[in-house]
């Protein structure tokens, strides 16, 4: 053990004259361990919902979406979609055609959006689909004599007072050109299954059709809005959606489930920023602490220092025997705040320890994602805090005088 670090040591576990200083030590430690603990837990709840967003987000839409630039449809989109499905990281393609529409339901009534879907291949990019809650997905293909088929959201279904069987009218503002005016366009529809995706936007707004159905309502034949992609590796989104957009050809354009979502995961984002700044301030306040200790300590030491001095200790072991004292506090800390910190945030996923009302949230509790890098930065954080507080102590105990010191001794 090296004489600097021996010394460090034994300031640190050895008892004081003044009680005052071994309380602020330990107030240190608790400190460097509360802001330690508190940026784990926090990061690990960011973390968690960030993760559950994207999984259910990219389950109930695609990682990218290919459309006309003059949003005129896609013609001819089954062979267009064979062609770029064959291209490299492309695992599924489905077409796929919406418009807004007016939904009614005895008095009541409501505007959402209507798609029309191959069932089969949407659910290969998508698994919105196959979160059912009443109702089975086999239900888009089944044909009734004086209605098409619709998969409601949970919300819509709520807010319309709608069941399996039930029979709704759609009403297509685009419907027929008269020479007086255009006549909105209806159609009859059966409601054969009720989804929940835990998202209210989707669940209250949209509803399901198979896509001849869609075609039919709109007077589309043929066409469609957008053909939708799964690709491989969902982080390579941006490089992908330009392949595509290449082999589509002109008058093509791209969207990726990032931009889609971009508002959403942005403000995530600040609020990571925000939270680490915020507790951050803990670390600050522990380094303040570390900073008075060691200003104490070398009050209290001044003598030792003298004498260490006078046998020959020169000015930078000094230094450093302050400085490795600061540095094993903040250490000390920072291990025990990463053990409380993760801990904490594996009961708190294990045990589901914070319920959230999954009406609300989607969620029944709060999702705790601690993750190892969270962990190695925060560490870093804490002891190049704890070695700034150091500084100035240190110099000031290897700027003693031994000879004044010891002179009246």
Not at 84 to 89: D, H
Not at 370 to 380: E, H, N, V
Not at 388 to 393: E, N, S
């Amino acid at each position: 053990m090296k004489f600097e670090f021996f010394v460090a040591w034994r300031y640190l576990s050895a008892k004081r004259r003044q009680a005052a200083v071994s309380v602020i030590t330990a107030i240190s430690v608790m400190g460097v361990m509360a802001g330690v603990a508190a940026l784990v837990v926090a990061l690990a709840i960011n973390n968690g919902f960030r993760s559950e967003m994207e999984q259910r987000l990219l389950g109930a839409s695609a990682d990218i979406t290919l459309l006309r630039a003059a949003n005129d449809g896609i013609k001819d989109y089954d062979a267009l979609a064979q062609r770029l499905a064959k291209l490299p990281g492309v695992v599924a393609t489905s077409p796929g055609l919406y418009e807004q529409v007016l939904i009614s339901s005895q008095s009541r009534a409501q505007g959402v959006v209507i798609k029309g879907v191959d069932a089969r291949r949407e659910i290969r990019v998508g698994n919105l689909l196959t979160k059912l809650r009443e109702g089975s997905l086999g239900g888009l293909d089944q044909k009734f004599p004086d209605a098409d088929p619709l998969i409601v959201g949970v919300e819509l279904a709520k807010s319309l007072g709608l069941f399996v069987g039930d029979t709704v009218l759609v009403t297509s503002p685009q419907g027929y050109l008269t020479p007086l005016e255009v006549v909105p366009k209806f159609r009859h529809f059966r409601v054969v299954g009720v989804f929940d995706s835990g998202f209210y936007d989707f669940d209250a707004t949209w509803a399901f059709t198979n896509l001849a159905a869609a075609q039919r309502l709109f007077d589309l034949a043929n066409v469609v809005s957008v053909i939708q992609f799964k690709i491989e590796d969902i982080y390579q989104a941006e490089e992908a959606a330009a392949a595509i957009r290449h082999a589509a050809g002109p008058g093509f354009e791209t969207s990726t489930w990032m931009e889609q979502n971009r508002s959403l995961f942005n403000a995530l984002r600040l609020e990571r920023l925000v939270t680490v700044l915020t507790i951050g301030l803990i670390e600050i306040v522990a380094a303040l602490n570390i900073f008075i200790t060691l200003t104490m300590m070398v009050m209290e030491k001044h003598r030792d220092i003298a004498v260490l001095m006078s046998m020959g200790a020169r000015q930078r072991q000094v230094r450093a025997v302050f400085t490795l004292h600061g540095l094993l506090i903040g250490a000390l800390g920072t291990a025990l705040g990463l053990a409380l910190g993760y801990a904490l945030a594996w009961v708190g996923d294990q045990y589901h320890l914070i319920p959230l009302d999954a009406q609300v949230y989607g969620l029944a509790s709060v999702p705790f994602r601690a993750r190892p890098f969270d962990g190695a930065w925060i560490a870093l954080a804490a002891m190049t805090i704890s070695f700034i507080a150091t500084v100035y102590p240190a110099r000031a105990a290897a700027r003693l005088d031994p000879t004044e010191i010891l002179r009246y001794e």
